[in-house]
């Protein structure tokens, strides 16, 4: 079955640096989805990207969707106290639009010192 | 709106005992899934239904699990027995419609947290 290999499995940076983190596929996605899950609580969908090569912003949220369609990668810029969470990437191989099953990263486990 | 919820929140049973999780998506939402994520590792697609009937079931890991979505609202997922290696957070989620609309956002439950000893 499709696999999504993300990295870093976890991170521990200070409040205000930058943060990237990746998922790269073995096989092509044509929608990419980054969650955020906090403790006790379901995957929170941040960005949706739709087209390869699609650069997308929500806040200090960057995704970019690889033009491969085998890649995406998140960026949290001047991260804060309440980005501690469990980031989630999630690739689906149909077209956007028809529901469909997603296939969920491993997770990176963000952890944000004062 | 209500979003989509789960029920129990969390549960713990023996071995071999019998579990019903129930999700209730958000209403008109035509599509339900559930997922689960075991020790620590990935999320895990399980099924799909679309209104009452199973689009797609391949995630199903044995004849243990049985899902329904009678009348095309709730579903229930039942693990009947269950076994150590189920415990974990099963997942449900819903989106509104089946294709068409780039929006067609995915929405997810809580979870059920299954601890089986």
């Given at each position: 079955?499709?696999?999504?290999?993300q990295?870093p499995?976890?991170?521990f940076?200070?409040e205000?640096?930058?943060?990237?983190?990746?998922?790269t596929?073995?096989?092509?996605?044509?929608?990419?989805l980054?969650?955020k899950?906090?403790?006790?609580?379901?995957?929170?969908?941040?960005?949706?990207?739709y087209k390869?090569?699609?650069l997308?912003s929500?806040?200090?949220?960057t995704?970019q969707f690889?033009?491969?369609r085998?890649?995406?990668?998140?960026?949290?810029?001047a991260?804060?106290?309440s980005d501690?969470?469990?980031?989630?990437?999630?690739?689906?191989?149909?077209?956007?639009?028809?529901?469909?099953k997603?296939?969920?990263?491993?997770?990176?486990?963000?952890?944000?010192t004062l | 709106?209500?979003?989509?919820?789960?029920?129990p929140?969390?549960?713990?049973i023996e071995?071999?005992?019998?579990?019903?999780?129930?999700?209730?998506?958000?209403?008109?939402?035509?599509n339900?899934?559930w997922?689960?994520?075991?020790?620590?590792?990935?999320?895990?697609?399980?099924?799909?239904?679309?209104?009452?009937?199973?689009?797609?079931?391949?995630g199903m890991?044995?004849?243990?699990?049985?899902?329904e979505r009678?009348?095309?609202?709730?579903?229930?997922l039942?693990v009947?027995p269950?076994e150590l290696?189920?415990?974990g957070?099963?997942?449900?989620?819903?989106?509104?419609f089946?294709?068409?609309?780039t929006g067609?956002?995915?929405?997810?439950?809580?979870?059920s947290w299954l601890?089986v000893?």
């Amino acid at each position: 079955g499709q696999q999504l290999n993300q990295s870093p499995q976890s991170m521990f940076i200070q409040e205000g640096e930058d943060v990237s983190m990746n998922c790269t596929s073995s096989s092509i996605f044509n929608t990419w989805l980054w969650y955020k899950q906090d403790p006790g609580e379901g995957p929170v969908l941040l960005i949706a990207l739709y087209k390869a090569g699609e650069l997308t912003s929500n806040g200090r949220l960057t995704a970019q969707f690889g033009i491969t369609r085998k890649d995406s990668f998140l960026n949290i810029s001047a991260s804060i106290p309440s980005d501690v969470g469990i980031y989630f990437c999630a690739g689906s191989a149909f077209r956007s639009g028809t529901a469909s099953k997603l296939t969920f990263g491993t997770g990176t486990r963000l952890q944000v010192t004062l | 709106e209500a979003g989509v919820t789960q029920f129990p929140s969390h549960s713990v049973i023996e071995k071999g005992q019998t579990v019903t999780l129930r999700c209730d998506p958000i209403s008109g939402h035509d599509n339900l899934y559930w997922y689960r994520r075991v020790m620590g590792k990935e999320i895990k697609f399980l099924l799909h239904f679309v209104k009452e009937s199973k689009q797609d079931e391949s995630g199903m890991p044995n004849n243990r699990f049985l899902a329904e979505r009678t009348g095309g609202t709730y579903s229930t997922l039942k693990v009947q027995p269950a076994e150590l290696e189920d415990s974990g957070v099963y997942f449900c989620a819903s989106s509104p419609f089946a294709g068409g609309n780039t929006g067609n956002t995915i929405y997810f439950g809580e979870g059920s947290w299954l601890t089986v000893v």
